[in-house]
Nanobody
């Protein structure tokens, strides 16, 4: 099992920036990739960005591409989500997730709230 703790959420104005952090602990050697997901009020959880734990390949949803950047620090077992040019539709609870099962995100954090106000 991998334990994940997110931080960095908060209230920001439209056009502003936030950086989310996720600290991983436990069986971190088993991580294949990590990702960020979000759930907006009244909507299903959706994929935001992911990063391979070994070769740093990244992928992001079209809705955030060019505005959000995912990065990692393996030595610290940390993953980050830099969010720029935030929009009201980015308001959501953001979850960090780890894939230790070859393609399935099977470890989840508790989430951190991001609210973008106009």
């Amino acid at each position: 099992q991998v334990q994940l703790v997110e931080s960095g959420g908060g209230l920001v104005q439209t056009g502003g920036s936030l950086r989310l952090s996720c600290a991983a602990s436990g069986r971190t050697f088993s991580i294949n990739s990590m990702g960020w997901f979000r759930r907006a009020p009244g909507k299903e959880r959706e994929f935001v960005c992911s990063i391979d734990w070994r070769i740093s390949d990244t992928a992001c949803a079209a809705s955030v591409k060019g505005r959000f950047t995912i990065s990692r620090d393996n030595a610290k077992s940390m993953v980050y989500l830099q969010m720029n040019s935030l929009k009201s539709e980015d308001t959501a609870v953001y979850f960090c997730a780890a894939d230790t099962a070859m393609g399935a995100f099977n470890n989840w954090g508790q989430g951190t709230q991001v609210t973008v106000s106009s």
